[in-house]
């Protein structure tokens, strides 16, 4: 069986302005959006705080739940349904004093059972002191720099430094892209975000590294070929792996994301915007760089080099 | 079957042979994380500088009666942040810094200023952090004993960084009394009441020097409210302490009310018998973690060495003071810095949904390659199947621990897995399409996906460690299960799949592969 024809002669190159209006206009809206929101909106392993899950044994109106918790008059807290309707996430934001996030959990519950008795169980209870929340932050910008130094470097080594820049490139795109959609969706951060964001890094990278294969291999193969044209057969003779991969990618993630359950909803979330922008940016914009890096230092090469300017025009011509 | 191929079928049958031996049963050998089986993840800080500030009053007292002893008089001797400043006539400033340098090598001299009679102490930097590790070694030790007896399977309790506390409890259900039992510092005092002073006249004007204003909580019998609080006047010299303790258990008074018991050690029952009989007829106080749980009259002199701790308290709450008293007090208060609880029901429910997800994307995943890639999609779901089959068994045999985001971690793992296999396959049918017979067709199809399989899982593979050395809990278990993953379908894609095809290919003449 084949989905993709056998001489796919895509001009993918060819499509480079289109597609880079296209991520500069979706990179522009994350923006936008993280601006409008006033930066990523971090959740209590981030920011301090407490969540707590209930489950109520029956369903109780949600209006209810919240005019008993403001009565606490435990600081700004939010409520909302989770998964079905007698589920709530209570979200309550770091006390004043960082030291009261127990005694807030507990006056929930404690308030609750006042009213509700034994009709409602506490299914889970996070609480992230200020301090740890500062510290898991740092971290998790951390483990993004450090990952994306160590690719870099690997594939500086393994390739060259033009591919090693494109793929970061691609990378910084993906992530800043997935960001946005969480923004957009105002969607919180959580640690278990940043893992996603590290995966859809690792799978990004994954789908562009098999098309720079291929490109090194045909720079080797078909020496004296125009770059672009060169680029072009690599990434169409790679294209049905590409689809395939991605589509077999996206059934098991989307079924965690239909299937999993709540908890693990904005991971899976994450993960399928990420496979979707990762494997356009592995196509769209990590292999035009690479056009771009080489028609970039061959313009600053030329005029010391005159042998090199008929090739120089021709490209400038495209 | 040429020799090379059997022996790489041995090699994958020992494979599969040892990751069953080690996972199986699987319930057993796969360790399930807090999020999936429920239980309490907590973090806590010790404020050790607490315990140097506690030692340093203690030595403040110590001093006192020294250079009482030594007959120097001073005028002043207290402690101000983490220092001792004594105040004293300048003529004897040189004998007492000499005294207290020949007695006290712990303490330092920090400053002098003999025109006002004033020198301050601070501990060496040394005797300082001794104090400091200390204090942070025995709250663990007392941690250890409390959640010993209150009995959790399988707790960690360790020390992370310079003073914090990891506590993992599995399969906890009551939340709060974990936390009452773990955060209480638990510093049991008697101290005698200062009756010279009158407390609601203390309120409006402070305590007099030397004593201190403490509360007793009143609670409803029915409904354990508390309804309001006692003032007392408690003088600060603490007379016994919990450290002098041998025993404390529940036992229920003649009004069916619980109480904790307590015995004291030889020393102890001493200092008792010796404070009850110079104080017949007034108040002690008993003080814990500075509330007042009673303040009977001492009517005679008590010399069994034990006495009682009433409060109103559920049967529960007694059972745990009692273990507190018995593990010990901490030396410095803790502070809670992170807590993740989650309920057995929810564990469930998440592992159940997770393996749903892992069953349904598995399936779909198999029968898709298996209609794509006919022959190809048999050797590659194999290879999935054997894929998670390395999966458990690396789980198990490394202990490592499956959380909700590992499991995800799987799922992904499939995908990845599947890709090495498709980057082959495609390989080989262009292979062929290039017009090079079967055999040649499979071994360049390999030989040229190899080197693309290495790169692009070597970079995922990057992408995993940093997560696994920067991620914590539940993080770092999608780490584990994906750099395992990575590894195995490495091990699937490249060595398995292409022994299968030899395998097919081995004793017969193929003119056509069906991929």
Redesign the interface.
């Known amino acids: ?1 084949r ?1 993709i024809a ?1 001489d796919t002669g895509i001009n993918f190159l060819g499509q480079r302005r289109v597609c880079a209006m296209i991520s500069a206009a979706l990179i522009m809206i994350s923006v936008a959006s993280l601006i409008l929101h006033g930066g990523p909106n971090y959740g209590i392993d981030f920011r301090g705080g407490a969540l707590i ?1 209930l ?1 109520f044994i029956k369903a109780a109106p949600l209006s209810e739940v919240r005019k008993i918790i403001s009565r606490l008059k435990i600081g700004d807290f939010s409520i909302q349904e989770f998964g079905a309707p007698e589920e709530f996430l209570v979200r309550v934001q770091q006390a004043p004093s960082g ?1 009261d ?2 005694t807030q959990a ?1 006056r929930v ?1 404690a308030a609750l059972s006042e009213v509700y008795g034994k009709n409602f ?9 200020p ?2 929340g500062a510290d ?1 932050r740092e ?2 910008f ?2 993004l720099f ?2 994306l130094v ?2 870099l470097i ?2 500086t080594l ?1 390739f060259e430094l033009r591919f090693g820049v494109a793929a970061i490139v691609a990378l910084g795109h993906d992530t800043m892209i997935t960001v946005g959609a969480f923004s957009l969706m105002d969607k919180e951060f959580t ?2 975000v ?2 996603a964001l ?2 859809v ?3 990004s ?3 562009t ?2 098309i720079f ?2 490109i090194r ?1 045909n720079l080797r193969l078909k020496r004296g070929q125009q770059l672009e044209v060169i680029l072009n057969t690599s990434i169409n ?2 294209l ?2 590409t689809i ?2 991605s589509g ?2 996206l ?6 994301f ?4 709540e ?2 909803h904005d ?2 979330f994450a ?1 399928l915007v990420g496979i979707v922008i990762g494997t356009y940016s592995s196509i769209f914009v990590a292999s035009p760089i690479i056009l771009l890096w080489s028609d970039w230092s061959k313009r600053k090469i030329a005029p010391k080099a005159p042998s090199s300017k008929k090739s120089s025009k021709k490209k400038s011509k495209i | 079957m040429n020799k090379q191929t059997l022996w790489r079928l041995l090699v994958i049958a020992a494979v599969v042979l040892i990751c069953v031996i080690s996972a199986t049963p699987l319930n057993e050998k796969i360790h399930l994380g807090l999020d999936l089986q429920g239980g309490m993840h907590l973090i806590y800080e010790v404020d050790a500088d607490k315990a140097v500030i506690s030692s340093l009053d203690n030595l403040t007292e110590d001093l006192k009666k020294f250079l009482k002893n030594k007959k120097i008089g001073v005028s002043l001797i207290s402690r101000e942040a983490e220092n001792i400043v004594v105040r004293l006539n300048g003529a004897v400033a040189q004998k007492a810094m000499d005294a207290i340098d020949d007695d006290y090598p712990i303490l330092e001299l920090t400053s002098q200023d003999l025109s006002r009679g004033e020198i301050t102490y601070a501990y060496t930097p040394d005797h300082r952090s001794t104090i400091y590790k200390n204090a942070i070694s025995q709250a663990l030790e007392t941690l250890r004993n409390r959640i010993d007896q209150f009995g959790v399977s399988e707790p960690t309790i360790q020390k992370e960084g310079e003073n914090r506390i990891l506590i993992q409890l599995p399969g906890i259900k009551d939340r709060k009394r974990a936390i009452n039992l773990i955060g209480k510092t638990a510093r049991l005092e008697f101290r005698m009441l200062d009756e010279d002073s009158d407390p609601s006249a203390a309120i409006r004007k402070g305590a007099p020097p030397g004593a201190q204003l403490l509360y007793e909580k009143q609670f409803d019998p029915v409904t354990k409210k508390v309804t309001g609080k006692i003032p007392y006047l408690v003088k600060k010299k603490v007379e016994l302490t919990g450290g002098m303790l041998s025993n404390a258990e529940v036992r229920i008074s003649q009004m069916n009310m619980p109480y904790v018991s307590i015995d004291f050690n030889k020393e102890g029952s001493r200092i008792f018998a010796r404070l009850t009989t110079e104080n017949v007829g007034k108040r002690m106080a008993i003080v814990l973690d500075d509330s007042v749980y009673s303040a009977p009259v001492i009517r005679e002199r008590i010399t069994g060495g034990s006495a009682m701790i009433e409060g109103s308290f559920s049967h529960e709450e007694a059972r745990d003071l009692a273990i507190v008293l018995r593990a010990g007090s901490l030396p410095a208060p803790l502070i809670k810095l992170e807590e993740r609880s989650v309920g057995p029901s929810l564990g469930h429910d998440s592992i159940k949904r997770g393996i749903n997800s892992i069953i349904i994307g598995g399936i779909v995943v198999l029968v898709f390659m298996l209609v794509y890639y006919r022959l190809g999609g048999v050797i590659a779901d194999i290879a999935l199947g054997l894929n998670i089959v390395i999966l458990a068994g690396a789980l198990a045999y490394f202990g490592a621990t499956l959380t909700l985001p590992g499991i995800a971690g799987i799922i992904l793992t499939i995908g990845m897995a599947v890709d090495a296999n498709v980057l082959v396959f495609e390989r080989i049918r262009e292979e062929i399409r290039n017009g090079k017979t079967i055999r040649s067709a499979v071994d360049s199809g390999f030989g040229k996906a190899f080197l693309t399989i290495i790169d692009a899982n070597v970079t995922t593979l990057i992408a995993a460690l940093v997560l696994f050395q920067f991620g914590t809990g539940p993080v770092k278990g999608f780490a584990i299960t994906l750099t395992i993953g990575i590894v195995a379908s490495l091990f699937t894609a490249i060595f398995v799949s292409r022994t299968l095809f030899s395998w097919y290919l081995g004793g017969r003449r193929v003119t056509e592969l069906n991929i």
């Open positions: 069986m989905i056998k899950q489950k030291k996030e127990d507990q519950e169980i506490v299914e889970r209870v996070e609480m992230v002191g301090k740890v898991l971290k998790a951390l483990a450090y990952s160590g690719i690997y594939i393994r640690l278990t940043i893992a590290l995966t890094i690792g799978y990278l994954n789908d590294i098999v294969d291929r291999e003779q790679t049905s792996r395939l991969t077999t990618t059934v098991v993630v989307l079924s965690i239909v299937l999993g359950g908890v693990i991971f899976a993960l």
